[in-house]
């Protein structure tokens, strides 16, 4: 099972950044979908997630910023940055999910940063 992150980089705030997370190994329909963040010297918090039916969850401090969306087909999930602050600098990971035999899996992460 792979997860392979893409897409952070270096942005000035007010900027757009398209992350995206290429699955392997696992049946993607299966699983839910989430994006987390972790800053230095900070917990990793949730992000954003999308349901295996598609219904979107997001942190109050990105909701209006950013938008998750899956592709099955391609067994992608990407998350579209816009408006970006500088306290949305952090590594970004993609994690999925099976709630029904438990099973998770975490990208590589890839880093985000937004300078003032």
């Known amino acids: 099972v792979q997860l392979q992150a893409s897409g952070g980089g270096l942005v000035q705030a007010g900027g757009s950044l398209r992350l995206s997370c290429a699955a392997s190994?696992?049946?993607?329909?299966?699983?839910?979908m989430r994006w987390y963040r972790q800053a230095p010297g900070k917990q990793r918090e949730l992000v954003a997630s999308?349901?295996?039916?598609?219904?979107?969850n997001y942190a109050w401090s990105v909701k209006g910023r950013f938008t998750i969306s899956t592709e099955n087909a391609k067994k992608m999930v990407t998350l579209q940055m816009n408006n970006l602050k500088p306290e949305d600098t952090a590594v970004y990971y993609c994690?999925?999910?099976?709630?029904?035999?438990?099973?998770?899996?975490w990208g590589q992460g890839t880093q985000v940063t937004v300078s003032s």
């Open positions: 994690n999925a999910m099976n709630y029904g035999s438990l099973e998770e899996y």
């Open positions: 190994g696992i049946i993607f329909s299966m699983y839910a």
């Open positions: 999308i349901s295996r039916l598609g219904t979107t």
